[in-house]
């Protein structure tokens, strides 16, 4: 069964970038779509964007200027960057594969705190 | 964006019996809506795609319905590990959520 772990800094300062990582294990990246989807402390969850294993990639448009997704297939492994963050960038980070419309494995998450 | 709508947002439940949780998407979605489980700590859990198809693994007691823009899960019989929150999500356009509703113990 694949797993998902995220990792990466947990604090982040106002105006830097935020940078993390899923690991997969028990399973491919191959022909599968990954995404990142964030949940600020008292909100509902929100879709970030995901990249296909063969690199195609697609952005919420409400992040698109700041979001990137990026592949690394021979650690199993994508990322995410967002830049110039402030405290609305304040989340729990979770990464997903995506099967057809909907997630069917998560990572459990990591917070991020956006703070100088 | 489609806005998608939980209600309640939390509800206190007794073990053993049936609940039901809605989702309202603000235009229609077809049957496009999925509903996931999420416990403290823990990864969401897929329960339902396509409105009404569990998911693998899902006991039988969770079942989804409804299409177009009001969807429903309905819990049989709660069981002691079913107290967490639920989500629905839609894919007809984009990926949005519900803010959720928690399930507690009454």
């Known amino acids: 069964q694949v797993q998902l772990q995220e990792s990466g800094p947990g604090l982040v300062k106002p105006s830097e970038t935020l940078s993390l990582t899923c690991s997969v294990s028990?399973?491919?990246?191959?022909?599968?779509?990954w995404s990142w989807i964030r949940q600020p402390p008292g909100k509902g969850l929100e879709w970030i964007g995901y990249?296909?294993?063969?690199?195609?990639?697609n952005y919420n448009p409400s992040l698109k200027s700041r979001v990137t997704i990026s592949l690394d297939t021979s650690k199993n492994q994508f990322s995410l960057k967002l830049n110039s963050v402030t405290a609305a960038d304040t989340a729990v980070y979770y990464c997903?594969?995506?099967?057809?419309?909907?997630?069917?494995?998560w990572g459990r998450g990591t917070l991020v705190t956006v703070s100088s | 964006e489609i806005v998608m709508t939980q209600s309640p947002a939390t509800l206190s439940v007794s073990p053993g019996e049936r609940v039901t949780l809605s989702c309202r998407a603000s235009?229609?979605?077809?049957?496009?809506l999925v509903w996931y489980q999420h416990k403290p700590g823990q990864a969401p859990r897929l329960l339902i795609y396509?409105?009404?198809t569990r998911a693998t693994g899902i006991p039988a007691r969770f079942s989804g319905s409804g299409s177009g823009t009001e969807f429903t899960l309905t819990i049989s019989s709660l069981q002691s590990e079913d107290f967490a929150v639920y989500y629905c999500?839609?894919?007809?356009?984009?990926?949005?959520f519900g803010q959720g509703t928690k399930v507690e113990i009454k």
């Open positions: 997903a594969r995506k099967l057809s419309g909907w997630f069917d494995a």
């Open positions: 028990g399973g491919s990246i191959d022909n599968y779509y």
């Open positions: 990249i296909y294993y063969n690199g195609i990639i």
């Open positions: 235009q229609s979605i077809g049957g496009n």
């Open positions: 396509g409105a009404s």
């Open positions: 999500q839609q894919y007809s356009s984009w990926w949005t």
